[in-house]
């Protein structure tokens, strides 16, 4: 059903709600990685004030790096700039959506 439906979508990724990066997120992205070659890993932190513009996403990539005591590799994650957009369609729909919110700080 999936490759019948969103035939012309591709999975580049995966995301996570909070601050930090936890131990875990590496080992999610290795699953992900069977499915894509280098899967994006976005951090949406939910708690964060409205002071900032924009929404508050990071995206981190993996890299391989030489650890420094015993020159093994092991698996970290970079910081990629990233911007987050929508098609003209899809903000149509919020617009519909949020026409029906009397607060307007929701």
């Not at 969103?6 to 992205?29: Q, W």
């Not at 070659?37 to 708690?47: C, G, M, N, S």
């Not at 970290?76 to 903000?91: L, Q």
């Amino acid at each position: 059903m999936l490759q019948r439906i969103n035939v012309r979508e591709k999975i580049v990724g995966f995301y996570s709600t909070g601050p930090l990066i936890k131990p875990a997120d590496l080992d999610i992205a290795d699953l992900v990685s069977n499915y894509c070659q280098k899967p994006v890993f976005a951090l949406i932190d939910i708690r964060a004030q409205r002071e900032e513009e924009g929404l508050p996403v990071k995206a981190y990539t993996t890299v391989e790096k030489v650890s420094e005591s015993g020159g093994e590799t092991e698996k970290v994650f970079k910081y990629i700039r990233s911007e987050v957009g929508a098609f003209d369609a899809e903000e149509v729909g919020v617009e519909h959506l949020l026409r029906d919110i009397n607060d307007a700080s929701t």
